[in-house]
Structures are given as structure tokens and as C-alpha cells.
């Protein structure tokens, strides 16, 4: 009788607990955002002057008083958190090391916002290493939505960790991390974490991005390009006639839809291959000819195919309609719709 009353009462103080903790979770959302980008590099300074319209939509209950954005590229200076963790901590990344003290001022990264406007109205901002603290012209009120438009002038750092120039393999730009991103916020707040190591937590949303570089440079990126007639390098269906402007510069118009960030880069000796897959997805490889790893990228294809039949089998159907496996970066590492790699791998 006495197990059975324990028992009873043990099943009453859970089912309380169970619902306790039942009322006590925090209320879900997902904000959304909308980023027109554009971009003009000066290849001969490795730096470039950018746009930005960013539509943000406020799903929360939380009326919303600032906003936050990363500059990743503000990490690759000397002195910065991610430079000093780097040099005192006991195992560090051996891709960093030291790397980033040594930098001189022409192979550092910056990002410098000059103007940014809330609904065609001035806001006040403050830049902090790598998140810029912006105070809102007007409060975000729950379920509503702003238009932020800004200005910024960046430089691309030397290649040390995921993006930069010049990476190990002589790749002239992989670019990751590469513009003013707004921080998340969800259930525990605004996540402006400095950039000392980890980059990926991001809003969702749509990127329409044009990118203006200098002729000779093939753009490899993690969208659709909507302008193939104008670029050609391999993007134009088979059969099409190319017809480039005179322009001794070419914008490369992408765009993707539902991702949380946007990934491209960009060489003058890629060349690209592309594969329709089992499931119709479009797959294309970019790498520069004639290195020494041709063989593994030309194998690349057969077993990507290979390995979409898999995971779709298993994990669920790819949603998009095309993947981008492009050589560039420090190691491997997969952003929406593109992987950046080194090519000298197994």
C-alpha cells in the first residue's frame, strides 16, 4: 500500500513538473529577412564598395529598439579578439596562429559603414570589432517590418580563416563572411557574438546580389545567376549565343531564395563543369586546370551524384535546383547552395 501511494504521488508531482515545464517554453519564430546587395571590386586594391537593402521583418512578440550586424572582415586585423584568443590560447586553430598579427595594413580586412538609414531615416551607430550596435530611428514593432539601407566600404584580408585573397591554392577571392549581416534574434535575445572562431547562426531569408568585377574573373557562387546571357563562362544553356557589353567590368547578378547566407568566388583561370543529377539537380565545379588535382576533380562529379541519390534516399529531397562545388577557402567548408574546397584533398 505504501509503494502504491509513493508510486501515486510520484506520477502527481511529474505530471505537474510535465506540465510546469510545458508552460515555461518560450514561444518559437523565425525572422525573415530580404538583403539586395551590390558590389563593386577594385581587384587592383582588393577592396570594394557595397549597397545593401535590407528588408527585415520582425516575427517576434518583442518590440525591437536596435538591431545588430557582424563585419566579419573587422577580425583580420592586428589585435583583434580573434587574433589575441589565437595566440594565447593552448591548442590554437594552426590555421591562424599567428597569422593575423603579422598582416600589414594593405592585407588586414576591414568593413567601414558609412551611412545607414531606417525607412529613409537617419539611425545612430557604433562599430565594435566585428558587430556594429545600431540604435533605430523607429521601434520594430511585433509582426511588422523595416527597410534598411546601407553603405559600407570593405577590404578583402588576406586568406586565413574560411574567406580572404589569395589562398593557399592561388585562388584570387573566396568570399564567406564577406558582408554587413544582421545578427539573429530569437527566444534568448540578439546573438552578437563577436567573430573569434564560429560564423554560421543567421536569419533566413532571400538574397538577391550583383557583383561587379573585372572581366576576366569567372564568379562562382551559391545562387541562381540571372543574367548567363551576359556572362557565359559555362552558365549559358547549351546552344546560347553570349553577347558581353564592351564594359571592361561585368556584373554577375545572382539570387537565392530561403537560405541564411550567401557565399560566392571569383578567378581568372576557373573553369567550370556542370552535371544535371539523378534528381535534376544542376551541379557545377569550378577549379583552376593544370595543378596537379585535376584527376580528383574530375572524379568530383560522379561521386556527388552518388552521394545526392543517398541523402535523398535517406535525409530528405535537396530543395533547390542547383549546387556550386568551388575550389577556394582553407580547407572545406558548405554554405547554402555552394561548398568552398581545397583542391589538394583525398
Known sequence: MHTL???????FLGTILLAGSAQAQP????????????IDMNTARHQYRGTQRLTYTNNSPDTLYQVFYHLYFNAFQPGSMMDVRSRTIPDPDR?????????????QGWIKVKSLTQDG??????????????LLAEPILPHN??????????????????SGRNNSEGIDYSMAQWYPKLCEYDYQGWHANPYIAREFYGVWGDFDVKIQIDKNYVVAAGGYLQNPLEIGCGYEPDGATVQRPPDKKLTWHFKALNVHDFVWAADPDYTQTRITADDGTIMRFFWQKGLGYDQQWEALPAIMNRARTIINERFGRYPHQEYAFIQGGDGGMEYPLATLITGNRG
Not at 5 to 11: A, H, P, S
Not at 27 to 38: D, G, I, L, P, T
Not at 122 to 133: P, Y
Open 121 to 134: 531615416k537617419k539611425t545612430t551607430f557604433e562599430t565594435n570589432e566585428t558587430i556594429l550596435e545600431v
Open 95 to 107: 590555421r591562424v596562429g599567428e597569422r593575423i598579427q603579422g598582416l600589414k595594413p594593405a592585407e
Open 27 to 38: 514561444e518559437r519564430w523565425q525572422q525573415h529577412v530580404n538583403y539586395a546587395m551590390s
Open 5 to 11: 501511494k509513493n508510486y501515486t504521488r510520484c506520477l
Open 145 to 162: 517590418s523595416t527597410v534598411l539601407d546601407m553603405e559600407w566600404d570593405a577590404q578583402v584580408p588576406i586568406q586565413i580563416r574560411r
